[in-house]
């Protein structure tokens, strides 16, 4: 394969100073909080953060190497349809911050999952645990895969010794430093990502002809064909496939998703968790746009020789740093810059599924099964699950390497795991009557629904009418660079149907961005029908802010809702001991409300936390008493 230069040493200065900032910053949040030795500490940075970190960091950590060197991909090849995610991701803000925050943040609760306990068993919550470990340790090893491809690609460097070294800093300042090292570093890697984005759309502009010509150049070659209306399920990118499922994919990610969510009960109130959300939108649409523009730059430079169909690149994953190669090579540092900026995307993520995981597995699984552990242990056991985690995700990223485009991998995990979670948590909080058998047999079939056509889509690939590639040229390639000097414009997906399974044709090739939607539908759909079968549950039995009406989310800016404050509300508060009945702690939690009853002061300052799942401060508490 034909290479165009390869890291200088101002390059390697660039990319180390990355990990070394990254790093440090681990370090000096251990040592920062070294005295505040706790699993609340550790796992929510003591939910005392500030909206501006943490919408950064949300940023940063979905806005992954994924969207740094897969969208200006899939824009090359499949035109700026791309730039429609942008309605689906306002859409899924707006539901995240208006219909899932509220009850999240307002319960109190560590783990996401802590709510499926208070809404319906155990059971269920170890369940929907047990799926997002799954989906998070697949979606994490796709992304640590990607950059260290960019990184073999451009530099020649060793793809599976940059695997680990990203595993490693990750898991070093993450066991460190905890929640807070996540958020500030994710911080600082979005500016390196914005930053590295910018140097190749304006080097990549001017060497392309201008501005005029890259908008030129793109319409004649139809990547300016933004919106296909085309209501056909099988076809890959329109603009129903791109907004609907795609609103439907990244709800799942976004609003019951225990990353997203953890960042936002750990803001100081329930308004910074709100900002950040919005905020994070604004970053969401910048690096989106970024994303977009790369890929029609990059186009117009390649459009009388496509590398890939040169033979110059192996994979479409690879056009990215190779562009970046071709363009900056010539100035030393910021082909370093930009692989900086791929990797900024790749910690980020990586970190913060690792604390997740972490947070998840301490609060759902070690907590519930010894529930006499001092400070310093539960701090001890949440920094050995981060490594743990560490090595797991990093190890996962060896599987990545043979599951194709890295964009539509990632949202394919994402869309099978979760579609089913996003219809669990819908079932619980839009749907009062919904039963334990309803949420447990609507699991089922969303999760069976969605893996039948994830998996059998990965088996079956769907032919190229559906996908529908643009045009690539090779007029202008001098094909001695090729190793056998053939032209390979041909390579694609094979669109013979003849020998192929009728389903391959029909369920199997549906978008891979309905994934979701199917497992969402077929939970909900499921979920409402065993209910009505079995007797739908009293409404009255349920606590209400574990249930949100739509009457809720259109009333969101009416002061009741935006400054709602348990602290404040006697009567409510005393209801609290009828949700948390379904712990096996139930006697200390009762005895836990009493003592928050009668410490009215107290009370105003930790209106927003639930002392009941914060089982060390229960043992001090009963203690005390």
């Not at 920062?32 to 500490?41: I, P």
């Not at 329930?270 to 969401?284: D, K, S, V």
């Not at 819908?426 to 609507?442: D, E, H």
Request: aromatic fraction near 12%; charge should be neutral.
């Amino acid at each position: 394969i034909h290479t165009v230069g390869t890291f200088q040493v101002g390059d390697y200065a660039v990319f180390a100073a990355l990990f070394v900032v990254s790093s440090g910053i681990g370090v000096f949040f251990a040592i920062k909080e070294r005295k505040k030795a706790s699993s609340k500490e550790f796992l929510v940075g003591g939910r005392q953060m500030s909206c501006g970190p943490v919408a950064l960091s949300l940023t940063a950590s979905f806005m992954s190497a994924v969207t740094v060197i897969g969208a200006p991909s899939d824009v090359y090849r499949y035109g700026a349809s791309y730039v429609i995610f942008g309605v689906a991701y306002t859409f899924v803000v707006f539901l995240t911050a208006e219909l899932f925050l509220p009850v999240f943040y307002r319960s109190g609760i560590t783990s996401t999952y802590e709510y499926l306990e208070l809404r319906f068993c155990k059971l269920v919550r170890v369940a929907a645990t047990l799926i997002y470990i799954i989906q998070t340790i697949l979606y994490t090893g796709v992304v640590v895969y990607a950059p260290a491809l960019a990184l073999n690609q451009v530099t020649g460097f060793d793809l599976w010794g940059s695997i680990f070294a990203t595993g490693i800093v990750c898991t070093f300042y993450c066991t460190l430093g905890g929640l807070k090292a996540v958020v500030w570093t994710d911080a600082f890697q979005m500016v390196v990502m914005v930053v590295g984005f910018l140097t190749v759309l304006i080097q990549g502009a001017s060497r392309a002809g201008g501005i005029e010509s890259v908008w030129s150049t793109a319409h004649t070659g139809g990547r300016m064909d933004v919106f296909d209306f085309d209501v056909n399920p099988l076809r890959r990118h329109t603009f129903w496939t791109l907004s609907v499922g795609g609103t439907f994919t990244w709800l799942g990610i976004y609003g019951v998703n225990q990353s997203t969510i953890q960042r936002c009960i750990s803001c100081k109130t329930e308004g910074h968790a709100r900002w950040a959300l919005y905020l994070n939108l604004l970053g969401l649409w910048i690096i989106l746009f970024c994303a977009v523009v790369s890929g029609l730059i990059m186009y117009t430079f390649y459009s009388r020789c496509d590398p890939w169909s040169a033979g110059s690149v192996s994979a479409p994953d690879q056009l990215m740093p190779y562009f970046v190669m071709e363009i900056l090579g010539a100035f030393p540092g910021l082909p370093g810059l930009f692989v900086a900026c791929a990797f900024s995307g790749t910690l980020s993520t990586v970190a913060a599924s690792i604390n997740a995981l972490a947070t998840v597995t301490y609060e759902d699984f070690v907590s519930q099964c010894y529930r006499d552990l001092s400070n310093r242990a539960a701090n001890w056991i949440s920094k050995a699950l981060c490594v743990v985690f560490g090595v797991a995700c990093t190890t996962m990223a060896v599987a990545a390497s043979y599951m194709g485009g890295i964009v539509q991998a990632a949202l394919s995990i994402h869309g099978m795991c979760g579609g089913p979670m996003l219809g669990l948590f819908s079932l619980g909080i839009l749907f009062p009557v919904t039963n334990l058998k309803g949420a447990v047999g609507g699991l089922i079939v969303g999760i069976t629904l969605s893996f039948w056509v994830g998996v059998g889509a990965f088996i079956y690939p769907a032919p190229s009418n559906n996908t529908r590639p643009l045009e690539l040229s090779t007029a202008g390639c001098n094909f001695n660079l090729t190793a056998d000097g053939s032209n390979q414009t041909s390579v694609s997906v094979s669109a013979l149907t003849s020998d192929r399974y009728w389903l391959a044709d029909s369920w199997y090739s549906m978008s891979y961005l309905y994934y979701s939607a199917v497992g969402f539908i077929g939970t909900v759909a499921a979920g409402l029908l065993i209910t009505l079968l079995t007797g739908p549950m009293d409404p009255k039995k349920i606590k209400p802010g574990l249930t949100r009406s739509v009457k809720d989310v259109i009333c969101f800016c009416s002061e009741k809702f935006v400054h709602a404050d348990f602290s404040e509300d006697k009567e409510d508060l005393g209801d609290f001991g009828v949700a948390w009945e379904k712990h096996t702690n139930t006697e200390g939690v009762i005895k836990m409300e009493e003592k928050v009853k009668s410490d009215n002061d107290n009370l105003h300052e930790n209106g927003y936390t639930n002392a009941a799942f914060d089982h060390n401060e229960t043992s001090q508490v009963q203690a005390k008493l």
